[in-house]
């Protein structure tokens, strides 16, 4: 490949083993600017890639997949590693995109990717699970986890280091200490980890004692007799490892950048018969200076300049995100209620909560990655006459779905959720896509489930949501809104009310969120082509529905038609079915949305619903097939 002569050379792992020292060295910048000028194109994960690519190449020097297996944290640091088994093609240069690399790792796009993943915090239960079956099956094999230091913030992993020691006698962990996570860290284990740099101290007194005692008669012997002397000189003098008191021995800190060093260490941890963690310190975006400098801003970004790093210029009059109307509109609310607060699981400008952060810093929370503890924290809250609004991707509230049933909805708390990227993350793929939250929401009891149709609307429901005083839940995409005026002071909406936008005596379309705007297009297009006179209703409420107006819509209607960004399978269609079936009344329903399947990743929204069936011609052209049938009136319909 042109301008990376040695990157080129490297069709598989053991192909590192044939270079020379300055040609590893060489790699490692060969890498960095391969990495670079994709994500320039694509956007993708910047900052996490350029801080582990001598660990990574260390890794493959010391260890053999796929025989062995690493088993990445999040997986968003795993570029280098794909770059270095057999991926450094075409498809790298469309990571994230259609027919590219996925930006994740994945068991089905290579062999040596052992355990996939999107979210943080699995790597050590996964590992754990791996090492299980090789000791079950006596293999000679190694595991090995990576995982960053923001990932000890998730409660599965504390669970996982709980467990390892009375496991396996072998599991190495690399530590990946970079002292950012997406945001900045927070609480007592980010805390801890920034002080567990071996004190000088401890070390020269460990290593004099050590030197002096081997050199005298019965010295050795004596050494036994002191190690509880050296423990409580190392607890007074630097913190204790809380590794080794879960029964891991712990190495470290180790220079993440420095090969030669890191190679040795894993190969001692080969040879080592207890569980090990290896503590790599590394720095998120080394060798591009403005990711150095930004780590926060450059853990992931979207397309920009290679030299400069300025990201490329939006068009012009470009409305405002979904997620920064919430943020700006939350911290005026606040500013008016002083019981309102904000809660995340670290990502403050992801949610667009860093506007409450600024304005408000005393009520607003960042819990780290740990979702469940988020959505208890906000249920305690609101038992104590607050009003908790907690802010969590769609993909990520998945993880908190025992709290919400358990200690929210149950106790039927005020607790508002706010769901950013509901819908589809095209570039991220199916371990990002929010397309199940409808599903698991529903069936909920004491639920209050909505989205809007634009940005405005966004702002009227989430007073709605805060001064409903139940469990209240509200979607919104990805991106960007429509550019719609947005009011001084939002309003509150009638819970359970659908919006008429359009009425007809044909075919009612009930349309949730940007399927909204589709639906116009629909109802425009039938309109003109075949004169018919379609009725529009904006949902508004997945839960409770509005079953007044669908039940007039099934009497008066030949055809019901559901346009939703969730999975069909639980979703609007099958609240509209299921109500329509419990009362008897026998009207055909057309649902569209999201099929029974994981939706990969691609290089747009309109790209993968064009893919899957669901771009405006694709849907006109089953709502025409639907009404074929109802009317049997093919020519009518044709012409």
Known sequence: MDGFPILSKIQRPQDLRSLTRQEIVALSEEIRTRIIRATAQNGGHVGPNLGVVELTIALHLAFETPRDSFCWDVSHQGYVHKLLTGRNDERFDAIRKTDGLSGFLSREESQHDAFGAGHAGTCLSAALGMCVARDLKKENKH????????????????????????????????????EWSIAKNVGALSRYFNELITNPVYDRLHKDAQSFLSQIPGG???????????RDTKELLAPSSIFEKLGLRYL?????????????????????????????????????????????????????????????AEKPNTPPKYQDVFGECLAELALQDKSITGITAAMPAGTGLDALEKKIPDRF????????????????????????????????????????????????LPVTFC????????????????????????????SVVMQPKDEDELQDMLLTGISSGKPAFIRYPRGNGLG???????????????????????CSIWALGPFVETAK??????????????????VRFVKPLDLDLLFKHASTHDLIVTLEDNALMGGLGSAVAE???????????????????????GSSVSQLRSQYGLDDQSILSSIEAALNKKYKRVACLSG
């Open 143 to 178: 595991v090995v986890a990576i995982a960053g230091d923001a990932a000890f913030t998730c409660g599965i992993t504390l669970e996982a280091l709980n467990n390892i020691a009375c496991s396996t006698k072998k599991f190495i962990l690399v530590l990946n200490d970079n």
């Open 220 to 230: 050795r012997s004596f050494m036994k007799l002191v190690s509880k002397a050296k």
């Open 252 to 312: 470290g800190p180790i220079d993440g950048h420095d090969i030669d060093s890191m190679v040795r260490f894993f190969e001692f941890a080969k040879e080592s018969d207890e569980p090990i963690v290896l503590h790599i310190l590394t720095k998120k975006g080394k060798g591009f200076p403005v990711a150095l400098k930004e780590p926060e801003k450059w853990h992931g970004s979207g397309p920009f300049d290679e030299k400069t790093g300025a990201p490329k």
């Open 365 to 412: 929370y960042d819990v780290g990655i740990a979702e469940e503890h988020a959505v208890l924290m906000a249920a305690g809250m609101a038992t104590q006459g607050l009003k908790p609004v907690c802010a969590i991707y769609s993909t990520f509230l998945q993880r908190a779905y025992d709290p919400i049933i358990h200690d929210v909805c149950l106790q039927n």
């Open 419 to 446: 769901l950013d990227r509901a819908g589809l993350s095209p570039n991220d793929g199916p371990t990002h896509h929010g397309v199940f939250d409808l599903s698991f929401l529903r069936c909920v009891p004491n």
């Open 484 to 506: 719609v005026t947005l009011k001084k002071s939002p309003k509150t909406l009638e819970i359970g009310k659908a919006e008429v936008l359009r009425r007809g005596d044909t």
């Open 521 to 538: 297009k629909l109802a425009e297009e039938l309109s003109d082509r075949h004169n018919l006179n379609c009725s529009l209703v904006n």
């Open 579 to 601: 109500s329509l079936q419990a009362h008897g009344l026998q009207v055909p329903v057309k649902s569209f949305g999201w099929p029974d399947a994981f939706i990969p990743h």
